[in-house]
């Protein structure tokens, strides 16, 4: 896999558990912007095993605190792109952590349903 990006991971490492990464999204979304990595190629996060989930979990928290005091975000939103037509373009199962923060958007109800951007306000 020597010619995937995840795999050949370059910058720093936040933290790392037994089968997750963290660092910095090289095109954050808003200051904080991580991204949990499995350090096992796979695409997506349906071919994840029982003990990869969790250590997902257990990145989610660190990277909330570290998030928390560096940057004193007012939300979160988590997400994974599975698949092309969902916005993969990496094709090496990451979560995306991204801070919020107030007034980071004139109208964030809806969050994530904002990918489809008619389908945000309901």
Do not use: W
Request: hydrophobic share 30%.
């Amino acid at each position: 896999m020597s010619e995937c990006l995840f795999c050949c991971l370059k910058g720093e490492i936040i933290y790392e558990n037994t089968h997750m990464r963290i660092v910095y999204d090289q095109y954050p979304v808003n200051e904080g912007h991580m991204l949990i990595i499995s350090k096992r190629h796979v695409s997506t996060f349906f071919e994840l095993t029982s003990e990869e989930k969790v250590a997902i979990d257990d990145a989610l928290r660190f990277g909330k605190r570290h998030l928390d005091s560096t940057y004193q975000p007012t939300g979160y939103n988590i997400g994974v792109n599975v698949g092309e037509d969902a916005g993969q373009t990496i094709f090496h199962m990451h979560v995306h952590l991204i801070p919020r923060y107030k007034k980071d958007t004139p109208q964030p109800k809806g969050g994530v349903r904002g990918v489809i951007p008619d389908k945000q306000a309901y």
